[in-house]
């Protein structure tokens, strides 16, 4: 009698082997699920981005909440910036498709625990990245997530916390009805802040101009903020001594509203002045706008006058020297004397100066007299100089000279021209 034939899966030792197979094959794609699942082709891309944020290797890519690839290395770069940033090495699917170069790339959180993904948006440019590509840091961003959130509640920051609460609950205790009275007069404060925020909304207001100024100012501030923080050390200083006399302190709050009445009945009286200088301000713009390029010259004047002024006390001092010679010299009994006497003198003087004034101001007699009187004096000899001598003398071979009686033709028409020996300019008053 024949034995019925058994099948090969009826074998326990086979059945076995193909469990334990498919055990370890099991095994081996969860683990490599992490660099993606085998067999799928994929497209690399490069993502810089300021933070990592804690991102490891094998979190998830995503778009749209589906999942789209799985970041595959994570590594620190130097940005273009100079600053150190990471580089996200990212592998998407091929099933994706290209990534447009407009795309961005953002950091989410996945969980409360602290599991992240990479949550990519494409863009809509009609050109793409090159596979292996990089995406810029501007495409980039790290929004706040949860656990730098509960990074602040440490030790300190939460026993702080408990602090304040205490000191809320003592300032809330046995205050409910002077809580329950102010929640019923926020309905009418709300009405009054109605017509405040419609005008503070206006344009005419120009609040924007305002914020930007203060983000002036804050950005003015910020290089001196080790200096601020010296003040508001300081500050202790003064806000202690204050404490020590909590009578002055009492009354000074008593007096404050009366000196906020006298203010604000001021601030009416000042409107034309702060309409004026609002003006003023508006005028000034072109100037100020100038001022930028006239620094350069202004700067070398103000730093020579900050040393100048360094002597400034000595001139002061020498001043005041100065000053009381002159206040006895003007207390004196002879000055007035003087100045009557100097005023007759002045008088007396007026009709000479007036008269020789044009012989040097139209003739230059003065400054002649004194040329002549130099050259006059200029003969040298073995003993120095001598005073130059010429005397009229006609010159005898010259036939019709000016010693000749009798002559029948002007002087020098026939011999060398005369000299003449006076002054060149006639009188500057001809009577």
């Given amino acids: 009698m024949r034995r019925a034939q058994q099948s090969a899966f009826a074998n326990p030792v086979l059945v076995g082997a193909m469990t334990v197979l498919a055990v370890l094959v099991a095994v081996f794609l969860a683990y490599n699920a992490n660099q993606g699942l085998p067999f799928v082709p994929t497209r690399q891309l490069k993502v810089d981005i300021a933070n990592g944020s804690n991102l490891v290797v094998g979190n998830e890519v995503r778009e749209g909440g589906f999942r789209i690839g799985l970041v595959s290395d994570l590594r620190p770069v130097e940005l273009a910036n100079g600053q150190v940033g990471a580089q996200l090495t990212l592998q998407l699917d091929k099933a994706y498709g290209k990534v447009p170069i407009d795309s961005t790339a953002s950091i989410r959180p996945r969980s409360v625990l602290g599991l992240k993904y990479v949550d990519l948006e494409k863009g809509t440019s009609t050109k793409y990245f090159d596979d292996g590509g990089t995406m810029a840091i501007g495409q980039t961003s790290v929004p706040v997530q949860f656990d730098d959130i509960f990074k602040t509640f ?167 020297q100065v000053m009381d010679a002159l206040k006895q010299l003007a207390q004196a009994p002879g000055t007035n004397i003087a100045i009557n006497g100097l005023t007759s003198t002045v008088s007396i003087l007026n009709p000479m100066v007036r008269y020789l004034g044009p012989f040097q101001t139209v003739c230059d007699y003065w400054n002649y007299w004194w040329t002549y009187l130099a050259e006059h004096l200029s003969q040298p000899t073995q003993f120095g100089f001598a005073q130059r001598v010429m005397f009229n003398f006609a010159n005898a071979s010259d036939p019709d000279n000016v010693g000749q009686a009798g002559a029948v033709l002007p002087s020098g028409s026939q011999g060398g021209d005369e000299l003449l020996h006076a002054q060149p300019y006639g009188a500057a008053i001809d009577n």
């Fill in 154 to 320: 440490d030790d300190k920051t939460r026993v702080a916390i408990q602090q304040d609460l205490v000191g809320f609950g003592d300032t809330l205790a046995a205050r409910g009805s002077a809580l329950n009275d102010t929640i019923a007069s926020l309905p009418q404060l709300f009405g009054h802040l109605e017509p405040v925020a419609r005008y503070l909304s206006d344009p005419s207001t120009e609040l924007t101009r305002l914020f930007n100024g203060l983000e002036g100012f804050m950005g003015a501030i910020a290089p001196v903020a080790q200096v601020n923080a010296q003040l508001f050390t300081d500050m202790a200083t003064t806000f202690e001594a204050i404490q020590r006399d909590p009578a002055a302190l009492e009354a000074t709050i008593a007096r404050s509203p009366s000196t906020e009445d006298v203010t604000t009945s001021s601030l009416v009286a000042q409107q034309p002045f702060l309409s004026d200088f609002t003006t003023l301000g508006q005028e000034l713009t072109p100037a100020t706008s100038e001022l930028r390029a006239a620094l350069p010259q202004i700067n070398p004047a103000l730093e020579i006058g900050t040393r100048t002024l360094v002597r400034t006390p000595s001139l002061n001092a020498n001043l005041q």
